[in-house]
C-alpha cells in the first residue's frame, strides 16, 4: 500500500468518513467537525484545500457517522449523541442539531463511537465504555455497552441510553473500535483490555489481559449469534478477561490464548465460571495496544485496525495499523480464535521509545471510493492515506515489498521495507505487505 503523509491543520483528529462529495469528514476532538476536500491527481498524489469547520462544537470528543443519504451528520460527546442537517454538496449544516440519545455521562471512559448501519440504514450503533467501579456488572448502569438505536423513530428522541435501546453486548471495558461487515452486515468491536490487573495478588498487568476483537451479531433481527450465543449477552467486565500470556498463577490444564480467566479464584467467580458464563472473544490480541478503530476493505476480505498504543507497559506497545484477514462469504475472521498471529502490521512507528508522547498514534480510519485507507493521528494532528500497490495484496499470507512516499522520503536501506520522516520524531514503517505510505 503506497502512502502519503498530508494534512497537518487539525488539533485532535479522531475518527474520520467521507461524505457523498468525496470530501473527508474529521471529528477534531475539542474543536467540532471539519470538511477536507482536495484536488486529487490519483494514488497518494492528493493536493488538500484549507479544512472548513463544519460543526462548532467543542464539547465533541470522537465519534462520528453519516446517514445513508448522506444528508445527516452524527457526533458524539461524552454524555450525548448529537444530529446536524448537512448539505454534502455545500458542505454545510443548516438548523439547530437535535439530540439523539442522552444520558452516557461517566468519569471514565468517555469516547462514545458511532456507527449508522448500511445493512439496516435506520439503525444507530453507539459504544459507550465502562469506568473502573464495579457498576458495570449492573445491566441497568449502561457502562460498557454497545446499544442499537432507532433512528426512524423520532418521537422516541433522545433515547436514554440507559433505559432504551436494542442492547448488542455489554461487559465491555472501552469498545472503541466499532464497524459492520460489508458482505455480512455482521457488526464487530475492539475491545481495549483492562489495565493493571493482577490475579490473586500477582502482578501480572505486563502480558495481561489481551485487547479483543468481539462479535456481536446483527441488525437484522437474527438473536442468535451462534447456537450457545444470544445477541446482547456478556462478555465478562469487571470479572472475566482474555488470556494473552497462558503462563498466569495457577492457570488450569490447556489454557488457550482468548479463553476467559478470573482475577480470583473462590466458589462464586472462578476460571471455569468465566468460561461457562462469559463470552470469549473471536480473537485476541497482545495487550495494551489500546484498539481505537476497525474498519472493513469494500470486498469484505480484510479488516484494518488503528491501535493507539500503550499507556501501562514498561516498553511501549502497539502504536501501528494492522490488518486481518476474514472470509468474505461468512464474514468471519480465517484465523482461529486462539491465533496470535491474526494481526499483520502495515504501518507502525520504527522506533516506541519516544511514545507516546512523541510519535504516530493512529485513531480514526476511512476508506474512499478508490480504496484509499485514510488515518488519523491525534499526538501529531495529522491525516495520512494509504494506497494499495499493484504488486502487494492485503491478506494474510502476502510477503510482497513495501514501500513509502512522503514528501521528504529517505530510503532505508532494510531489505523490503522504506522508512520516511515528515515531522521530528514522527517516523513510520510500511511492512511487507506490498504496501507504500
Not at 465491555?172 to 461487515?181: F, I, P, T
Request: charged share 15%; aromatic share 8%.
Amino acid at each position: 500500500m503506497p502512502g502519503h503523509g498530508m494534512f497537518d491543520c487539525f488539533t485532535k483528529p479522531r475518527s474520520l468518513t467521507f461524505d457523498s462529495s468525496g470530501a473527508l469528514l474529521v471529528l477534531d476532538s475539542g474543536v467540532g467537525v471539519k470538511r477536507l476536500s482536495f484536488t486529487d491527481n490519483g494514488g497518494t498524489c492528493l493536493v488538500p484545500n484549507d479544512p472548513v469547520l463544519v460543526v462548532d462544537a467543542t464539547s465533541l470528543n470522537h465519534g462520528l457517522s453519516l446517514s445513508n443519504d448522506g444528508k445527516t451528520i452524527y457526533a458524539s460527546n461524552a454524555g450525548s449523541v448529537f444530529a446536524w442537517s448537512y448539505d454534502p454538496s455545500s458542505g454545510t449544516v443548516s438548523g439547530t442539531n437535535t439530540t439523539v440519545v442522552s444520558g452516557m455521562a461517566n468519569n471514565d471512559q468517555v469516547t462514545r463511537t458511532l456507527l449508522v448501519s448500511h445493512q439496516e440504514p435506520d439503525m444507530l450503533v453507539v459504544s459507550r465504555g465502562a469506568d473502573d467501579s464495579s457498576d458495570a456488572r449492573i445491566l441497568s448502569s449502561g457502562l460498557g455497552q454497545i446499544k442499537a438505536f432507532n433512528l426512524s423513530d423520532t418521537s422516541s428522541q433522545p433515547y436514554n441510553f440507559d433505559t432504551t435501546g436494542w442492547l448488542l453486548g455489554w461487559g465491555l471495558y472501552n469498545a472503541v473500535g466499532l464497524d459492520e461487515h460489508p458482505i455480512t452486515g455482521g457488526i464487530f468491536s475492539m475491545d481495549n483490555g483492562a489495565n493493571d490487573v493482577t490475579r490473586d495478588g500477582v502482578d501480572i498487568h505486563q502480558s495481561n489481559p489481551g485487547d479483543e476483537m468481539n462479535f456481536h451479531g446483527f441488525l437484522n433481527g437474527t438473536t442468535a449469534i451462534s447456537p450457545s450465543q444470544k445477541q446482547g449477552t456478556n462478555y465478562g467486565y469487571p470479572d472475566c478477561y482474555a488470556v494473552w500470556n497462558t503462563s498466569i498463577p495457577d492457570a488450569p490444564a490447556g489454557l488457550k490464548v482468548g479463553e476467559q480467566f478470573s482475577l480470583v479464584d473462590n466458589s462464586s467467580l472462578n476460571d471455569t465460571t468465566c468460561q461457562a458464563d462469559y463470552v470469549a472473544p473471536w480473537l485476541t490480541f497482545a495487550p495494551h495496544q489500546a484498539p481505537l478503530d476497525i474498519t472493513f476493505a469494500q470486498d469484505g476480505t480484510v479488516a484494518y485496525i488503528s491501535f493507539h498504543g500503550s499507556t501501562d507497559k514498561t516498553n511501549p506497545v502497539g502504536y501501528l495499523i494492522g490488518q486481518v484477514a476474514f472470509n468474505a462469504d461468512t464474514g468471519m475472521p480465517t484465523e482461529a480464535s486462539d491465533s496470535i498471529t491474526a494481526i499483520i502490521d502495515i504501518i507502525r512507528n520504527t522506533d516506541d521509545s519516544g511514545c507516546p508522547s512523541s510519535c504516530l498514534r493512529p485513531v480514526g480510519l476511512a476508506i474512499d471510493g478508490q480504496g484509499r485507507l485514510f488515518f488519523s493521528s491525534d499526538s501529531t494532528g495529522e491525516i495520512y492515506v494509504l494506497v494499495k500497490s499493484s504488486t502487494g495484496t492485503s491478506t494474510s499470507s502476502s510477503t510482497g515489498p513495501g514501500t513509502m512516499v512522503m514528501p521528504t522520503t529517505t530510503k532505508k536501506s532494510t531489505a523490503g521495507m522504506f522508512g520516511a520522516s515528515r515531522m521530528g520524531a514522527v517516523v513510520a514503517i510500511i511492512a511487507a505487505l506490498g504496501l507504500v505510505l
